[in-house]
């Protein structure tokens, strides 16, 4: 069992930075990978980007591409998202999610998934 706890949420004017992270209990094996997406009431949860649990290059969707990054941080067990340029359209609950094998940005193959955290990007 994986639980996973995300951080770092809060709002910010256009063209800034925030950082997100996702904490991760329950020792994810080196073979899962971490995705992060985001969700509006308006739209399907959204693919942002995913890493393998022991590290490697992330995978972003294009609409990131640039400006968000993805890192391992070791000594706390955890995946961030770093967000620079941000957009008013960037604005939504950010979930991290982790699954065993391959990586996708299909949100219904990830078993395990955080609470959520909400990120405000004003014009």
């Known amino acids: 069992q994986v639980q996973l706890v995300e951080s770092g949420g809060g709002t910010v004017q256009a063209g800034g930075s925030l950082r997100l992270s996702c904490v991760a209990s329950?020792?994810?094996?080196?073979?899962?990978?971490l995705g992060w997406f985001r969700q509006t009431p308006e739209k399907e949860r959204e693919f942002v980007g995913t890493i393998r649990w022991s590290g490697g290059s992330p995978s972003y969707a294009d609409s990131v591409k640039g400006r968000f990054t993805i890192s391992r941080d070791n000594a706390k067990d955890s995946v961030d998202l770093q967000m620079n340029g941000l957009k008013p359209e960037d604005t939504a609950v950010y979930y991290c999610?982790?699954?065993?094998?391959?990586?996708?940005?299909?949100?219904?193959?990830?078993?395990?998934w955080g609470q959520g955290t909400q990120v405000t990007v004003s014009s």
């Open positions: 999610a982790a699954k065993p094998g391959a990586g996708s940005i299909d949100p219904r193959e990830y078993f395990y």
């Open positions: 329950g020792r994810p094996c080196s073979y899962y990978v």
